[in-house]
């Protein structure tokens, strides 16, 4: 049995968000559409922009600027998804509503894992584990599409500890 104080940061939740838009599927296809969005509907303009028959010299301008917001969207998707999220976090803050608890204690039994908060309680099942994943900053333990345990690595007390708990959890999720 495990048993863990757990103490989510912002900073945690962030890396959460993060790890999730580059590792799951719904992410990955979140963070490509929004890749190809822009140059698609760019090329959509300038297609119009053709068929109105513009002068020459306009056509020229817009094609030059909607390919350079094209390629900045490109580069700096993923930044800008990240930053949206970070916004929406601190909106959720100033509401006094956050998407996680900060403090819990995660238990880790022979049947499930609970996770005990000042807000509320809960039981899953290790066969209810969707995921798990490995971040740079977490264990995210997925019990949905959407939703994981966030478990920072500063909860364990060494790299070995660390280690044996993710083959516990893997031998009773038998997934990973």
Not at 25 to 36: D, E, P, V, Y
Not at 102 to 116: A, S
Not at 142 to 161: C, N, T, V
């Amino acid at each position: 049995m495990y048993q863990f104080t757990n103490s989510v940061t912002e900073e945690d939740y962030l890396a959460f968000n993060e790890y999730h838009l580059l590792h799951s599927a719904q992410g990955k296809k979140a963070l490509m559409t929004f890749r190809f969005l822009t140059p698609a509907l760019s090329l959509l303009a300038i297609v119009i922009f053709w068929v109105a028959n513009v002068g020459q010299e306009l056509l020229i301008a817009e094609i030059i600027a909607l390919s350079l917001v094209s390629i900045i969207m490109a580069f700096y998707s993923k930044k800008m998804l990240l930053k949206t999220i970070k916004n929406n976090l601190k909106r959720l803050k100033k509401d006094g509503k956050l998407p996680f608890s900060k403090e819990t204690t995660i238990t880790f039994d022979e049947e499930r894992i609970h996770e005990k908060s000042i807000e509320a309680e809960s039981s899953i099942l290790y066969t209810s584990i969707e995921k798990i994943g490995e971040g740079n900053q977490a264990i995210y333990i997925y019990f949905s599409a959407l939703q994981a345990f966030i478990l920072p690595y500063r909860s364990f007390e060494s790299d070995e500890q660390k280690n044996e708990f993710l083959s516990f959890l893997n031998t009773k999720c038998q997934k990973g």
